[in-house]
C-alpha cells in the first residue's frame, strides 16, 4: 500500500497496471470469451460450437451428453445427465470443461446462459496491451459517499443491446478543478463502490464508458476517488460481456484523462 507519498503512489500505481494485464491477459481472462449463449435463444438445446444437450429447469441447467461430445464436469467425463447451478468462482474453476475451454452456467434476471471462454481465442492472440495514462496524483481527490434512503434499480441499456436493471445503493461526490460532481452507484458485499461512467473523453480518446472501484467509505462516507484507476469494462475486451451502459446522470462534463483508455492499438 502507497505511504501518500506520490512516487509511492506512482509505484503503486504501476504494479496495479502490470497486475490488471496480467489479468485480463491470463488463459481464462475475459480475452478468452468467445460467446455468451442464452438458453432461451436455443430451446432445442443445441448451443453453437458447444456440444451436449442443454435444458433449462426453474432451478438449473441439466446437461446431457455422451462420450464422443469430449464434455467433463468436475474433471470426470460426463457420459448422461449432471445438474448445473450458476458458477460463482473463478472461470478456470468452472465445474464444465471441453478440453481447454470452459463453460461457465450463469444466471441473469432469471435467465440461463453459457459462456464459452477459450485460451486460443483470436482476441487474446491478438492482444498488444492495455492504453493507460501514467499516474498524476491530480485525479486522486477526497470523495464523500451518501447512501440512499433505501436502494434503487434504474434501466440501463446494455452492451448486447437490451436493457437490465442495475441497482445503485447511493451517490458519491467529488471536486475536480474546483467543481462539484457526482456518481450514482452500487454498493458491493464487502462495502466498496462501484460506478459506471462516461465523461467527455468517453468514445473519443477513450472507450466510451469506463467502470470506477473505489475502496469502502469510513463512517463519516469519506473515501479516494481514484481515476487513475478507471479500468476498461469487460465488453471492451470481448463482444459477449453484458456491461451495463452508464446511469443517467454519469456522464462527467470534463475529460477525465486519467486510467485505462482503450485496449491498445483499438
Known amino acids: 500500500m502507497s505511504t501518500g507519498h506520490p512516487a509511492d503512489a506512482a509505484q503503486d500505481w504501476k504494479h496495479w497496471h502490470e497486475q490488471r494485464t496480467e489479468t485480463v491477459s491470463a488463459p481464462y481472462g475475459p480475452l478468452s470469451l468467445t460467446g455468451t449463449h442464452w438458453l432461451a435463444d436455443h430451446p432445442e438445446g443445441h448451443l453453437p460450437d458447444i456440444p451436449g444437450h442443454w435444458a433449462e429447469t426453474p ?3 441439466v446437461l446431457t451428453a455422451g462420450p464422443d461430445d469430449g464434455l467433463t464436469v468436475d ?19 468452472a465445474r464444465v470443461a471441453a478440453g481447454g475451454r470452459r ?7 432469471g435467465l440461463w446462459a453459457v459462456r464459452d471462454f ?4 483470436a482476441a487474446r492472440r491478438a492482444f498488444r496491451g492495455i492504453d493507460a495514462t501514467a499516474y498524476d496524483e491530480r485525479w486522486a481527490v477526497p470523495g464523500r459517499f451518501v447512501p440512499y434512503d433505501e436502494d434503487r434499480t434504474v434501466t440501463v441499456g446494455n452492451a448486447d443491446g437490451k436493457e437490465r436493471g442495475l441497482g445503485l445503493g447511493g451517490e458519491l461526490s467529488f471536486r475536480i478543478g474546483g467543481v462539484e460532481h457526482a456518481l450514482k452507484v ?9 460506478a459506471v ?32 484507476r478507471a479500468l476498461l469494462p469487460p465488453c471492451a475486451f470481448a463482444d459477449h460481456f453484458i456491461c451495463p451502459f452508464p446511469p443517467p446522470g454519469n456522464t462527467l462534463p470534463v475529460d477525465i484523462a486519467a486510467g485505462e483508455r482503450n485496449l491498445r492499438g483499438a
Do not use: C, M, Q
Open 75 to 93: 474433471g470426470a467425463p460426463l457420459t448422461g445427465e449432471a445438474r448445473l447451478g450458476a458458477d460463482g468462482g473463478p472461470v478456470a474453476d
Open 59 to 61: 432451478d438449473a441447467l
Open 186 to 194: 452500487s454498493v458491493e458485499a464487502d462495502g466498496s463502490l462501484w
Open 197 to 228: 461512467f462516461a465523461d467527455a473523453t468517453s468514445g473519443v480518446s477513450s472507450y466510451r464508458f469506463r467502470f470506477l472501484r473505489p475502496a469502502a467509505p469510513d463512517a463519516d462516507g469519506r473515501t479516494t476517488v481514484d481515476f487513475n
Open 103 to 109: 463453460l461457465v452456467v450463469i444466471r441473469r434476471e
Open 118 to 121: 477459450d485460451p486460443d481465442a
